[in-house]
């Protein structure tokens, strides 16, 4: 196995949080797996009035779809509390029992009248082809490499071929000499193409998006049809009513590095977010721009994070984008505010990425960034790794979470000042390309690595999970969800 870049401790530690149970025999016909209009859920011991701050669990029953009580675990359930009328969410956590049964656990964090819901968004049978592709099939997500010149005639040629990573698991070609390979030194990570017929290895000049190949079997399909997943299961239909209480919901110190992320990590009421990891505050236009001022804010990774930076050049009137002539998917990109001294900079996290034809030279290794950065008081660094790594086996998202680690310890260490700020995974798509489980599973290895580090992690999960406004199941939310995002990412720059 190739190295993950991380100690075997660390390693086995990190195994054992992504461990996730599933049928104990093959399953072959789609009555067996996991349905949601079978599935049900019930309150324990309901009451007729609660209290702010008290527990509220209930007790999640997987039937197939014959109705018969599923006797394994490894279903994904997602739960929340919430009230349509106060625009209020609150996430639960869900507990695997690994015998057909769940407990999901719900702080009541608000005074009003609440309602409980359980969704089923992929069944344990659909959680095994998930598994079986992400390790047997990285190539179903390919890319195209560009190579652009003349031929000895001076005609002008562009020749496109299939590209990808080169690491244990991906096989771009079984044949010797198959491939132009582009080394990076500094990361040891490995770019690789299929030889262009008339144009040299040293002719590659942009990157896209190639396609999507469809290995799953007819069963495999019907498992990760809308009619059998990411559906709400009927359940309990009691109204919670929950009353004031004087006893205060979580700890609310100062923002900080290094504070964990607890369950719940907060809640909307009123689509505003109130967060439990810390005493975050919500910011006006000015009071944004005061936060910002004299700093310089670098977001690198995919596009759930460059929605931030969206966000902000929209927010401050007096922040402008710069005209970089850049892939604006990709960026670079750059706003400044010459009166309060703001630069503001995107770019992604390197290959593999998911975009139209952009320059090779564009893409740079997130590591490499940080390596290069000074640091400093006036600093922040804000990333996101995901969307675009989980088709590819779990060692190499490890090995480039290490590497950025090792970016950020060394740049800690010379620039303790520096603020660093990890975005974790949104929930959104549930396809055999991009299904959600996956982007849980990378959150899982990012949080792991990066837990004594001394860096903000910024959960975004929860927030995502249990907001109502989820559109097409998209994995880039609402405005009204990413003010509140900016709303905390602004409080650990800002915390006083």
Not at 130 to 148: A, E, I, M
Not at 425 to 450: C, P, V
Request: proline content about 4%.
């Amino acid at each position: 196995m190739k190295d993950p870049g991380l100690s075997s401790k660390e390693w086995d530690r990190i195994q054992r949080v992504l461990h996730w149970g599933g049928p104990d025999r093959q399953v072959s016909a789609v009555e067996k797996s996991t349905s949601p209009e079978h599935s049900t859920f019930v309150i324990n011991n309901f009451n007729g009035t609660y209290y702010v701050g008290n527990e509220l669990l209930a007790t999640i029953v997987a039937k197939d779809f014959t109705g018969v009580p599923k006797h394994y675990g490894g279903d994904f359930f997602q739960a929340k509390v919430f009230s349509n009328e106060l625009k209020a969410n609150v996430f639960g956590e869900v507990m695997d029992h690994q015998n057909g049964t769940y407990t999901a656990r719900f702080i009541l964090p608000w005074e009003g009248t609440m309602s409980v819901a359980v969704r089923l968004i992929h069944s344990s049978e659909a959680v095994l082809v998930l598994k079986k592709h992400r390790n047997t099939d990285s190539d179903r997500v390919y890319f195209h490499g560009y190579f652009v010149g003349k031929t000895t005639q001076g005609t002008h040629v562009v020749q496109r071929v299939e590209c990808n990573i080169k690491w244990d698991g991906v096989v771009l070609s079984t044949q010797r000499n198959c491939c132009c390979e582009y080394h990076d030194i500094r990361t040891g990570l490995t770019w690789q193409c299929h030889k262009p017929s008339i144009l040299p290895c040293d002719a590659l000049l942009d990157h896209s998006i190639g396609g999507t190949r469809d290995r799953s079997t007819a069963f495999e399909n019907l498992l990760l049809n809308s009619k059998y997943m990411n559906r709400w299961i009927k359940g309990d239909e009691h109204l919670i009513r929950v009353l004031a209480s004087k006893a205060t919901i979580g700890v609310r110190e100062s923002c900080r590095p290094g504070l964990p992320t607890p369950i719940p990590a907060g809640f909307y009421l009123n689509d505003v977010w109130t967060s439990f990891v810390c005493a975050a505050h919500h910011f006006t236009e000015s009071a944004t721009a005061q936060c910002l001022k004299d700093k310089s804010i670098y977001i690198m990774g995919d596009s759930t994070v460059r929605q931030w930076f969206e966000f902000l050049v929209k927010t401050i009137p007096t922040l402008k984008r710069m005209n970089l002539h850049s892939v604006y998917l990709v960026g670079p990109l750059m706003a400044v505010d010459v009166q309060n001294n703001i630069n503001l900079h995107y770019r992604s996290h390197g290959l593999p990425r998911r975009c139209g034809r952009t320059p090779m030279a564009s893409f740079h290794y997130m590591s490499n960034e940080i390596d290069d950065m000074v640091g400093g008081p006036n600093t922040v660094i804000v990333f996101s790794m995901g969307p675009h790594f989980i088709n590819f086996p779990l060692t190499y998202y490890a090995y480039r979470v290490s590497l950025v680690r090792r970016a950020v310890v060394a740049l800690l260490k010379r620039a303790p000042q520096t603020k660093v700020i990890i975005k974790t995974a949104n929930t959104g798509y549930k396809n055999i390309y991009d299904s959600h489980w996956y982007g849980m599973q990378l959150d899982q290895i990012l949080r792991e690595a990066f837990h004594d580090v001394g860096v903000y992690i910024l959960d975004v999960w929860q927030m995502t999970s249990c907001h109502y406004d989820k559109g097409q199941e998209d994995i880039h939310h609402a405005p009204v969800v990413i003010k509140n995002e900016i709303d905390i990412l602004l409080s650990f720059m800002c915390p006083q």
